[in-house]
């Protein structure tokens, strides 16, 4: 059974061990073994990342002020914030259930933490990006055109870490 400790050091250690524990439970063996699971989960996983990067995006275009100029932005950025959120809760969902099935493979790899790291910066910048479309400004600053790109490149980064967890040998 895995029970946390004063490490001294010694973190890369204990999610090893954390790690090992997780492989081990009945929930990631019963993931392991049926072989049909961990394709299905993910497969839920990129749709629903696909869906959430297409959502981030006509946000983005409008926002940045090129495209579905017809829809007032702030009820545009509504719509597709709310799809952003719920993608979100199944990106989790999804996610969650991956590290289990896989621990070894996530929870130790670096470019797991800094898929993390770029979500909550995303996160963050969606939130931001929402805000800024409630006040239904005329046209879009150098700021919102900037940050519009730098939310798209997050999510593009998201992407390719995510992609990328498999082809990195963690420690």
Avoid: C
Wanted: charged share 10%.
């Amino acid at each position: 059974m895995y029970s946390p400790r004063a490490s001294g050091g010694n973190d890369i250690v204990d999610l090893h061990q954390f790690s090992d524990w997780l492989s081990s439970t009945a929930f990631s063996q019963r993931i392991q073994v049926t072989p049909w699971v961990i394709p299905a989960i993910q497969t839920a996983h990129i749709i629903s990342l696909a869906l959430l990067f297409a959502a981030a995006l006509m946000l983005a275009l409008r926002i940045a002020g090129r495209g579905l100029a017809t829809e007032p932005l702030h009820l545009l950025a509504a719509r597709f914030t709310r799809a952003i959120w719920i993608l979100l809760v199944l990106l989790l969902i999804s996610g969650l259930l991956l590290i289990t099935a896989e621990p070894g493979r996530t929870i130790t790899n670096p470019v797991f933490y800094a898929k993390m790291i770029m979500l909550v910066v995303a996160i963050a910048v969606t939130l931001w990006l929402s805000a800024v479309a409630k006040r239904q400004f005329e046209r879009p600053s150098g700021l919102h055109v900037f940050t519009a790109g730098a939310s798209m490149l997050l999510w593009a980064g998201i992407m390719f870490a995510g992609r990328f967890i498999a082809y990195f040998e963690s420690n």
